[in-house]
Nanobody, 120 residues
Framework: QVQLVESGGGLVQPGGSLRLSCAAS????????MGWYRQAPGKDRELVAT???????NYADSVKGRFTISRDNAKNTVYLQMNSLKPEDTAVYYC??????????????WGQGTLVTVSS
């Protein structure tokens, strides 16, 4: 009913930049929250950044000042601009959305994940 499609992952050098995109589609009435999480091998999934429909943002301390989350409500799309990337940013990044369907059902949905590798 609701799907998230991610794009933009890949290989980048330390200090470089990358932009991730996540587009939601389906029977969507509204999306109140969208966010990005990441998971490195052998580690728990952790929050990277979130954004509400009103534009309020929240960032993990490890990415503050380097990453910027934004969204286009008309397109139901969230972006993650990643600057000054570090090797420790290497992880699979997952898009997350908390949505209300057109049938007034509340859903939390995850994307399939996209790999970001920061290496020389």
């Amino acid at each position: 009913q609701v799907q998230l499609v991610e794009s933009g992952g890949g290989l980048v050098q330390p200090g470089g930049s990358l932009r991730l995109s996540c587009a939601a589609s389906g029977s969507i009435f509204s999306i109140n929250f969208m966010g990005w999480y990441r998971q490195a091998p052998g580690k728990d999934r952790e929050l990277v950044a979130t954004i509400t429909s009103g534009g309020s943002t929240n960032y993990a301390d490890s990415v503050k000042g380097r990453f910027t989350i934004s969204r286009d409500n008309a397109k139901n799309t969230v972006y993650l601009q990643m600057n000054s990337l570090k090797p420790e940013d290497t992880a699979v990044y997952y898009c997350n959305a908390k949505a209300v369907t057109t049938y007034y059902r509340y859903l939390e949905v995850w994307g399939q994940g996209t790999l970001v590798t920061v290496s020389s």
